[in-house]
Nanobody, 124 residues
Framework: QVQLREFGGGLVQAGGSLRLSCAAS????????MGWFRQAPGKEREFVST????????YYGDSVKGRFTISRDNAKNMVYLQMNTLKLEDTAVYYC?????????????????WGQGTQVTVSS
């Protein structure tokens, strides 16, 4: 079993930056891929980014490409999401998620472990 806990959310002005962190415990961290998703009020949970077990392969959703960067530190059991040039439409609850296997995956259905989420609010 894997437990995930996100932190680092908050209120930030448009154009600003924020870094989200996710701490994992349980199963050996380097054995599975990690992802970030987000859900705005009244919308479906949306793929943001994923990173494979080694940290060498990453993918991003079109809406965040070029602005967000995912990374992981297997020694610390941590995954991060650096968010730059934030926009109003980035406002959402952000979730970190763990996949069953090590390859990076975009499909929400392939993630079996989920954190509780952390709120990110971008103001004008």
């Amino acid at each position: 079993q894997v437990q995930l806990r996100e932190f680092g959310g908050g209120l930030v002005q448009a154009g600003g930056s924020l870094r989200l962190s996710c701490a994992a415990s349980g199963r050996p961290f380097s054995s599975y891929a990690m992802g970030w998703f987000r859900q705005a009020p009244g919308k479906e949970r949306e793929f943001v980014s994923t990173i494979d077990w080694s940290g060498g392969i990453t993918y991003y959703g079109d809406s965040v490409k070029g602005r967000f960067t995912i990374s992981r530190d297997n020694a610390k059991n941590m995954v991060y999401l650096q968010m730059n040039t934030l926009k109003l439409e980035d406002t959402a609850v952000y979730y970190c998620a763990g996949a069953l296997f090590g390859r990076a995956v975009l499909n929400r259905a392939e993630y079996v472990y989920w954190g509780q989420g952390t709120q990110v609010t971008v103001s004008s």
